[in-house]
């Protein structure tokens, strides 16, 4: 079984595959100089389809993680929100034949992955798993998958 090891989650290492959507960095003072707005954090891409948002409750997962699988959205970005402070693994890949990447949250970061980016699927590390997810609503199908057939490990 192959290995790779979890690195945090930062913009300039994850720039290749996405957007890091965090509460860092310049802002602008709203709501009577309450509330610190980070304006437009992600490249939505949707093609020619419209945005939409779902809720996905995933199963937890632990480390070490094995897996198999690694997919990929050819006409639209996809962007996870955790809807609790718990971090999560993100899995990442330029192709199917490259080393994958596994970037581990801090908590209090959620994606956005660009379009065409091949990916793990949603990987909560605690519970509940629960995410808002932004993406394509079209009527075509918007998605391709990978199987390894040696696994990958991922540990800490």
């Not at 009577?32 to 304006?39: D, E």
């Not at 793990?120 to 605690?126: A, C, I, N, R, S």
Request: proline share 8%; hydrophobic share 40%.
């Amino acid at each position: 079984m192959r290995q790779i090891n979890t690195e945090p989650l930062t913009a300039p290492a994850f720039a290749p595959f996405g957007d890091v959507l965090d509460a860092t960095g310049a802002h602008r003072l709203i709501n009577a100089g309450l509330c610190q707005r980070h304006h437009d954090r992600a490249k939505l891409d949707f093609g020619d389809a419209r945005a939409g948002v779902s809720i996905f409750l995933a199963q937890v997962r632990a480390l070490p993680y094995a897996f198999t699988l690694i997919e990929r959205h050819p006409e639209a970005s996809q962007t996870f929100i955790p809807m609790t402070q718990h971090s999560f693994l993100v899995i990442v890949a330029p192709d199917p034949q490259a080393t994958p990447r596994a970037f581990l949250t801090n908590g209090s970061q959620g994606i956005n992955l660009h379009r065409a980016t091949w990916h793990g699927v949603l990987t909560p590390l605690q519970s509940p798993g629960l995410f808002a997810v932004v993406d394509r609503i079209g009527s075509t199908l918007n998605i391709e998958e990978h199987h390894y057939t040696d696994p990958w490990t991922v540990a800490e």
